[in-house]
């Protein structure tokens, strides 16, 4: 056990050794194993975004076995889906790899301005296929947040007392918020906080913009002078947002984009001392060469083998 690995841990001082024993499995997993960074593939956009939307780019990923194949070969840390591709490829992918099964999700058949997930999933669903966790996405802004807020509260309950790790998805999203708000510094940062208060173990949210929604926000942050002006500031501030980096935050890589756009993200969370990366559709849509290549890079820039100023 690497002392990283053990200082994060430590972190965890409510939860009981089979959490702590999952968690340390996502850790110690892949090819950045003891290093206290993590890249996770996650598949749930078949689900959020309608299969030709997601898959057609790049066609073997319409099988779920594509995806186990793909986090195993690239040497991620976890792979995370819906019921059902992890139902599809569970049995045949036993033990290589950690799984966190995404226990909500919604679809786009409907334009919704405050957007909502059903419960497609359970923690018993995530013991039987073998899971170290679950994940869940609350909407920050949206004016059904509440409700969800008390959900994942029931089921982070149920998912620690039987050993299991939390991830929450915290998207703002929804009609309290502008769309350029969604990714705003003060609203990343503050649904970091709430992911955390909640009893997240590792908190996923987008990569933050410059911009800053609220007007009482902004007083402070013009105040306090808080640095915000490069994305690595902006990482920095995130992660201490989330109890002064005391909880795991990892960032979504969102949609696909150029390898030089994707690298110079990744370069700019590991310098503001970020936890890492959930890479779906920048992985999944390429050819299965150039994700492998594409994850790779990634993989060392957080190994520090390539210089984040690079």
Known sequence: MQPRIKEILSWYGSDNPGTLTNLARLLNHGRLAGTGKLVILPVDQGFEHGPARSFASNPPAYDPHYHFELAIASGCNAYAA??????AGARDFAGEIPLILKVNDHDVLLDEADPTQALTGSVQDALRLGCVGIGFT??????????MYQQIRAYAEEAKRNGLVVVIWSYARGSGLSRTGETAIDVVGYAAQIAAQLGAHIIKVKLPSEHIEQAAARQVYEKMQIPIATLSDRVRHVVQCTFNGRRIVIFSGGATATDAVVLDEIRAIQAGGGFGSIVGRNSFQRPRAEALKLLEQIMEIYQGKIHPSK
């Open 138 to 147: 609350i909407y920050p802004g949206s004016a059904h947040r509440l409700e």
């Open 82 to 87: 819906p019921l059902g591709f992890l139902e």
